[in-house]
């Protein structure tokens, strides 16, 4: 089976921070392969910006480079690459000051009537300043977007101040807040698997599922970014954005259409009717961790406090919280939220457990009969598996089974799967905003998360310690366990 590749407008991108990592490890490398696919027109450019001085010539060589570490060789045939390395072009700008923006000023007006995306890979603290001298160099086009990558804040309130200085120079439609999980492959499923078929939608409500679990585990660490990481933690860098996000689409009504704000607006509901978590409810809700030294993939590795060089700190590198939804559908169905670094494996998934059947006519002989789970995996390998009783084959009486019906992405169509960023990317040049967090999102996820952090920063309890290579701390087992049920685990993946 071969992917429909569908043209886009004739562009110009301009990526401030394009000599960072992610620029490096995702941006380049997904428009590599969008021009690969055939998608980039001739004549699109793709412009580098940063504050380190270098000529066109040698961004291109750090751009092949990039290449070269997170492409495969079979993909990079030289005329191919020959053909992207000349679509990019460089100039030196200092978000911060005035030096540079004439050179911008002068690569952009030959183009001044194609799509042009400003894509800000860089700290949020820059966003303002970047959009406030996009707005004075007279850069901003009708056919202009501006692409914000995460955090964006640390808190609803200084949330509010990056949005209205990005609002002072764009109009909401021209934003684009990425979040890289709504441009997986498995989360677009979500969606269709829920509104194409008729099999799961009269069974997503309260009355047929038991609980939801969604869980985004690492095996790495902090990795070198143990400053910027003791600023955030866990709760800020994952659930207020990714796992929020997750749990709008598992969770929200069906749309009136695919538009943005038809899936946006009820989105939007989902977060309005998360119940809030305040006061004492956090301690018995909520359970934060911080790994310490162990061994991940058969390698020991340091704790949190080594790497960040400090004998103590508040911040989370583990979140388990047991959240509910005040609304009809989901009333008394409980989602447990779990995240972390340096746990056992490297795996995102949401599993669905539905309701057991109200009475089993099997003998006891046959075994137990277990719930019904929809399990999406997000990563490593992109797929959804249906856990269905059967009866074991062969002679000797009924024996039952707990077994998956397996859909894997990649067998299944035998094609390569798109990065996130790919996908991302070539929506915002189309002008697509479904999968983009829009501001009032931003808000109300930040709403239900501010009296959270706000309490744990209040607590003179530290978070409690883990081993690396575990699943988290104990009292993470203890939250699903005190209702009767256990986390998704790996035996039967």
């Not at 066109?56 to 750090?62: C, G, I, M, S, T």
Request: aromatic share 8%; proline share 5%; glycine share 8%.
């Amino acid at each position: 089976m071969t992917t429909r590749i569908i043209p886009v407008d004739l562009f110009d991108l301009v990526v401030f921070g394009a000599t960072g990592d992610l620029a490096k490890r995702k941006l380049l490398p997904a428009l590599f392969h969008r021009d690969l696919q055939g998608q980039l027109p001739e004549g699109a450019r793709i412009i580098g910006a940063s504050r380190r001085a270098m000529s066109r010539e040698a961004f291109r060589a750090l751009a092949l480079a990039a290449l070269e570490s997170y492409v495969g060789e079979a993909e990079r045939s030289d005329e191919l690459t020959r053909r992207f390395i000349g679509r990019l072009d460089y100039v030196a700008v200092d978000a911060g000051q005035e030096g540079g923006w004439a050179d911008l000023e002068k690569i952009l007006k030959q183009g001044a009537d194609r799509v042009r995306v400003f894509y800000l890979a860089v700290g949020p603290d820059l966003f303002g300043p970047i959009c406030e001298r996009l707005g004075t160099h007279k850069l901003v086009t009708p056919q202009t977007r501006v692409v914000i990558e995460k955090p964006l804040g640390k808190s609803g309130a200084s949330a509010k101040e990056v949005n209205d200085a990005i609002g002072r120079v764009f109009a909401e439609p021209a934003v684009y807040r990425i979040d890289h999980y709504l441009g997986k492959e498995t989360v677009q499923n979500l969606m269709a698997l829920r509104f194409a078929n008729a099999l799961f939608e009269p069974l997503w409500n309260s009355a047929h599922v038991d609980h939801v679990q969604i869980t985004v585990a690492e095996t790495l660490g902090v990795e070198g970014r143990a400053g910027y990481y003791d600023t955030a933690g866990a709760l800020r860098d994952m659930v207020q954005n990714h796992m929020l996000q997750l749990l709008c689409l598992v969770a929200m009504e069906p749309p009136a259409s695919i538009g943005a704000d038809a899936v946006r607006d009820e989105k939007l509901k989902v977060l309005r009717s998360l119940k809030p978590i305040v006061g004492e409810q956090i301690a018995a809700a909520t359970v934060r961790g911080q790994y310490r030294a162990g061994a991940t993939n058969g390698a020991a590795v340091t704790g949190y406090l080594e790497e960040l060089g400090e004998s103590t700190s508040k911040t989370e590198t583990f979140v388990a919280i047991r959240a509910k939804i005040a609304n009809w559908r989901w009333n008394g169905v409980p989602f447990y939220l779990r995240t972390g670094k340096r746990l056992e494996r490297r795996v995102s998934e949401i599993i669905v457990t539905f309701k057991p059947v109200p009475y089993s006519v099997f003998e006891a002989s046959a075994g137990p009969v277990a719930s019904n789970q929809l399990v999406i995996r997000l990563q490593p390998d992109e797929g959804v598996k249906l856990w269905l009783m059967i009866k074991d084959p062969g002679p000797g009486g009924m024996r039952l089974s707990h077994v998956p019906l397996d859909m894997s992405f990649a067998d299944a169509f035998g094609v390569r799967n798109p990065d996130a960023y790919e996908r991302l990317i070539m929506d915002v040049i189309r002008g697509s905003q479904t999968l983009f967090m829009r501001r009032d999102e931003v808000e109300a996820a930040w709403k239900w998360i501010d009296p959270i952090l706000d309490f744990w920063k209040a607590s003179p309890d530290l978070p409690k310690p883990y081993t690396s290579g575990t699943w988290g701390p104990s009292a993470a087992v203890a939250l699903i366990e005190r209702d009767g049920r256990t986390w998704h685990g790996d035996d039967d993946q």
